[in-house]
């Protein structure tokens, strides 16, 4: 059995050139280290960035390059709060209305999601199968007519 025979760094090696092959030792942590530097800087940098940015900002899928979502916090927040109002100050009749497809206060909630006339179909069919769970959380029924990436 031949031991080879090779410094840590495989500077110096005693068997004519066969340590060549062995890999130099690393530390295991050093690629989780360099990566935490990135974050740390990349992180702040982005979140500085996209402060002073007065549009939304359009993120896109790296792997198809299609728009995936814009960051838009101020109009989400206003739209959600709008169908709150709406939700919570008639939730029995919206409750109903879904039950029944359609409806003045189903209408109201869908307008102030601004959820467009071609998905409000399919959208009440969603909202028909999980009716259960909306008549228990008023907030389930507010975070499904606006969904994050609508």
């Not at 740390?40 to 359009?58: H, K, N």
């Not at 916090?73 to 939730?91: I, L, T």
């Not at 869908?110 to 409000?120: N, V, W």
């Amino acid at each position: 059995m031949h031991t080879l025979m090779c410094s840590p760094d495989n500077m110096r090696c005693r068997d004519a050139g066969l340590c060549a092959h062995v890999p130099p030792k690393s530390t295991p942590h050093t690629h989780r280290q360099e990566s935490n530097v990135m974050y740390r800087i990349a992180l702040p940098a982005l979140m500085f960035l996209s402060a002073c940015v007065q549009d939304g900002v359009t993120l896109y899928n790296p792997f198809n390059g299609q728009a995936v979502t814009t960051l838009d916090p101020q109009g989400f927040s206003q739209r959600r709060a709008d169908v709150e109002v709406v939700v919570k100050s008639q939730f029995d009749a919206v409750l109903a209305d879904i039950a029944r497809g359609s409806g003045p206060a189903l209408t109201a909630a869908m307008d102030a999601a601004q959820i467009a006339p071609t998905a409000r179909a399919a959208r009440v069919e969603i909202l028909q199968v999980n009716l259960p769970t909306y008549r228990a959380s008023p907030d389930a029924l507010i975070a499904a007519l606006v969904p994050l990436n609508s």
